[in-house]
């Protein structure tokens, strides 16, 4: 059974915006640091954002200001806003919940950004 189900990857153009979502069952959503991740083709996979179970956010430095992550604790679920995207956005982007007893990853979405 997934623990993590994201959705809401595709194709956008340069410039356009996409929102990510991942659904978590409730107990692993309350107890973790919720974040998303990235992987492009022949690239390292890398941290984008996280949040945690109090609301305090990170981001990489390549997508400050252009993307928000945000988590609704009544439907377990953290989001991805991704405005102004880039070709550089161009990849698999995964869920994770992470707590000090398991880390989970979600399936992967891809997030293709034509120029």
């Known amino acids: 059974q997934a623990q993590l189900v994201e959705s809401g990857g595709g194709l956008v153009q340069a410039g356009g915006s996409l929102r990510l979502s991942c659904a978590a069952s409730?107990?692993?959503?309350?107890?973790?640091?919720m974040g998303w991740y990235r992987q492009a083709p022949g690239k390292q996979r890398e941290v984008v954002a996280t949040i945690s179970t109090g609301g305090a956010t990170n981001y990489v430095d390549s997508v400050k200001g252009r993307f928000t992550i945000s988590r609704d604790d009544a439907k377990n679920t953290v989001y991805l806003q991704m405005d102004s995207l880039k070709a550089e956005d161009t990849a698999v982007y995964y869920c994770v919940a992470q707590s000090l007893f398991s880390t989970y990853w979600g399936q992967g979405t891809q997030v293709t950004v034509s120029s």
């Open positions: 409730a107990y692993i959503f309350s107890i973790s640091t």
